[in-house]
């Protein structure tokens, strides 16, 4: 354990520089003085490593020093190759140099543990987009990601949900996040935290004013609290079903972003389910299972359902079979 401490702590300081002794306790989750301790064990050892006392001080290599040690274990070096095949990386126009990095650390991995890492890459694969759904187009996904780097303000044209034509935006951008194989911008618009979907923006610019973000939020912070609007926010429609039990399993799986609460276990033949819609026409799709779900309530979905099957009854009607 204490090896592993050290060079913990001797790679911090190669990417860093400069780290508080507080920091380092904090990452390293020892005391303070554990961590004198170990810098005197690998100034012993050769290391050029020296402290400097008061507020400003810290813990520091000699400038220059440098170390080709990777420090990697089995675990570590096959942690890294499990890395998300194309998506986000292609969407970036990083896919490449996502490749050519991987066969860089190839080479830097230890001599043994390099089948292992080679095998898992071969063996694992994670794919973030979701079952049955085309691509998101990310057709300003460069542009954003310019305006992101640049700490730059941008201009957009964007339409939101429910909208048929786009609005001028000046937005201050925090970064992007790909979640489930979509992007997002995530953004202040008007002081106030927002979230772009990128396949709904019709255009942006990169403004010359740099960004004006709220002082020590991060993007992490901000998503976290955008995320958690959304999926705290319920939607207002409650339709209860029933379901045949030889189909629930693929229903649950369908049917996910809107069950409210987990998935009943079966319950003979048909087990009663809860879901969530934001109204009575977004409870359409559930035509698709056919006569192996029936809407129990409200009679509002229930009557709707009923109509749009009679339409595609009378639509079909006079189709012959030949």
């Keep these: 354990m204490k090896s592993s401490r050290l060079l913990e702590m001797l790679l911090l300081l190669q990417a860093r ?7 380092l306790a904090e990452r390293l ?22 402290t400097e006392r008061g507020r400003a001080g810290g813990i520091r290599l000699l400038p ?26 292609e969407d970036l126009g990083l896919g490449t140099a996502a490749r050519s990095a991987i066969l860089k650390v190839m080479r830097a991995v230890p001599e043994p543990f390099r089948p292992a890492a080679a095998a898992t890459s071969q063996r694992i694969l994670v794919d973030p987009a979701g079952w049955m759904r085309p691509p998101d187009p990310v057709g300003a996904l460069g542009v954003l990601q310019g305006a992101v780097f640049t700490d730059r303000r941008l201009r957009l044209r964007y339409r939101s949900s429910g909208q048929g034509s786009a609005s001028v935006r000046v937005v201050d951008p925090y970064g992007l996040v790909c979640k489930a194989g979509i ?41 976290s609290s955008l995320r958690r609007e959304v999926e705290d926010r319920p939607a207002p429609l409650e339709v209860v079903v029933r379901v045949r039990r030889e189909w629930l399993d693929l229903f649950g799986r ?8 987990p998935l009943p276990q079966a319950a003979g033949e048909w087990t009663q389910v809860r879901l ?47």
Excluded: K
């Excluded at 220059?64 to 990386?89: K, P, S």
């Excluded at 995530?186 to 004006?212: I, K, Q, Y």
């Design 17 to 23: 520089g400069q780290v508080t002794a507080a920091e």
């Design 29 to 50: 989750e020892v005391s303070p003085r554990t961590v004198y301790r170990d810098a005197e064990a690998l100034s012993s050892a050769g290391v050029p490593i020296y």
């Design 64 to 89: 220059g020093y440098r170390t080709d040690v990777t420090g990697l274990t089995q675990d570590e070096a096959r942690a890294l190759f499990v890395l998300t095949t194309g998506g986000a990386q």
């Design 183 to 223: 992007w997002y911008l995530v953004a202040d618009s008007g002081g106030e935290p927002r979230l772009f979907r990128v396949s709904r923006v019709a255009s942006a610019v990169v403004a010359e004013e740099p960004v004006r973000r709220r002082a020590g939020i991060e993007l992490a912070e901000v998503w």
């Design 254 to 261: 369908m049917s996910a972003a809107h069950l409210d609460g």
């Design 276 to 322: 969530r819609y934001p109204g009575v026409m977004a409870a359409r799709p559930l035509l698709s299972f056919g006569a192996n779900v029936e809407v129990v309530s409200p009679a509002s979905v229930r009557a709707d359902l009923a109509a749009v099957a009679a339409e595609i009854v009378d639509q079909y009607s006079n189709v012959r079979l030949g």
